[in-house]
Structure formats: C-alpha cells, structure tokens
C-alpha cells in the first residue's frame, strides 16, 4: 500500500520561498507509469492542483503558478519537493502530496501540512 | 481556468439518494471522460471515489457511481449512510492546467 506524507516548515515568512517534501513509503517513486502533484486547499475553500512530475523530471505547473513554483524529485530518497517562492498570505493553506495514476485522476494523497504565511 | 460549479450542500436522510452535479465547460468536463470525485472529512486528506466518471476503485462501495451529460458530471450515492456526511469534490482534466476541480458540496446526513 502506497503512503505519502508531507513534511516542512509550518509557517513561512511573506516572500519567502516555502519548501516542502513528500516521502514515498510502499513502493518505489520510479516503478510504475505514474506521475506525482501537489495540490492545496485553503481554510474553508476549495482545492488547487499546483502542479506534477515524473521520476523523469518531465513537469507541468499551473499556469498561475508556474512563475514561482519548482517542483523536484530524488529517486534515491522516494521524495519528491516542492519550492513556492514569493509567498503571501494567500499562499496560507494545507498542501497535499498525492500520487497522479496517469488516469487524470490522483488515487493515493498525503495526510496533507498547514503551512501559513505571516512575518 | 475557473473552478468546476458544484452545489455547496445536498442532504438525505439515511437510505435515499442524493445526486450532486459538476458542471464545466467543453473544454474539461464536456470534452474528456477524466472527471472524477473525491470525498473528504473534516480535517483529512481527498479519497478517490469515481475516476474516468463512472469508475469505482478498489474498496469504493457500489452505492457511489458517477455519470456525465454534456459538459455536467454528477455523483450519485445511494442508501445514504452517515459516514458518508463529508464534502465532496469533482474533478476534470483540463488540458492547461492539467487539473481543475469542483468548488465542493457539504453532504449532510439528516
């Protein structure tokens, strides 16, 4: 069974760059045609898909994004990053780390870290 | 890209159905059959529940099953049970972004 889970500084400073890290734990990150997302959800609002890799390094981001997000993976921890730069306070949500089957749909996520944004 | 339109509550008492829809556009719901749904407590992480609309993972019980007309994808549970009380979350691929999703429906359990 597949586990993930997020790990990280809690509260990052406004435009700082927030950094993150989601461990594979059942499995290997390259065995497998799967691809591997991050996502957040605000307090209260809905979720956000930030963006994936393959243990290839091939990458898609959000547009919305993709000016400030980095998304990185060592196959040789089963880890793959996530670097958000320029935060602000509407970058304050729980972000979660989630396994893309490659059916356009995400079958295993992390339990999921609040990261606030506040000096 | 804008967030796929969803109800923000649907309610059933324990026993009956309630259907929640997912509306986008042609260029996500209406123009792939890769929506899916998600189910989330309070305080925990998504679990797939449909994929490829109308799919069931492994462990999914039958009472959820998914549908799509035109550019609107909707959710069906059946028998209500009270463990299903939670928000729900559709989701589509959408070319760019890869992934949008739903704006969530709160599911009560009378």
């Known amino acids: 069974q597949v586990q993930l889970q997020e790990s990280g500084p809690g509260l990052v400073k406004p435009s700082q760059t927030l950094s993150l890290t989601c461990t594979v734990s059942?499995?290997?990150?390259?065995?497998?045609?799967?691809?591997w997302s991050w996502i957040r959800q605000p307090a209260g609002k809905g979720l956000e898909w930030i963006g994936r890799?393959?243990?290839?390094?091939?990458?898609n981001y959000n547009p919305s994004l993709k000016s400030r997000v980095t998304i990185s993976v060592d196959t040789s921890k089963n880890q793959f990053s996530l670097k958000l730069s320029s935060v602000t306070a509407a970058d304050t949500a729980v972000y979660y780390c989630?396994?893309?089957?490659?059916?356009?749909?995400?079958?295993?996520w992390g339990q999921g870290t609040l990261v606030t944004v506040s000096s | 890209q804008s967030a796929l339109t969803q109800p923000p509550s649907a309610s059933g008492s324990p026993g009956q159905s309630v259907t929640i829809s997912c509306t986008g556009t042609?260029?996500?719901?209406?123009?792939?059959?890769?929506v899916s749904w998600y189910q989330q407590h309070p305080g925990k992480a998504p679990k797939l529940m449909i994929y490829?609309?109308?799919k069931r993972p492994s462990g999914v019980p039958d009472r959820f099953s998914g549908s799509k007309s035109g550019n609107t994808a909707s959710l069906t549970v059946s028998g209500l049970q009270a463990e299903d009380e939670a928000d729900y979350y559709c989701?589509?691929?959408?070319?760019?972004?890869?992934?949008?999703f739903g704006t969530g429906t709160k599911v009560t359990v009378l």
């Open positions: 989630a396994r893309d089957s490659s059916g356009w749909d995400h079958d295993y």
């Open positions: 059942g499995g290997s990150i390259s065995s497998g045609s799967y691809y």
């Open positions: 890799i393959y243990t290839s390094g091939s990458t």
């Open positions: 042609s260029s996500d719901v209406g123009g792939y059959n890769y």
């Open positions: 490829e609309v109308s």
């Open positions: 989701s589509s691929y959408a070319g760019s972004p890869l992934y949008v």
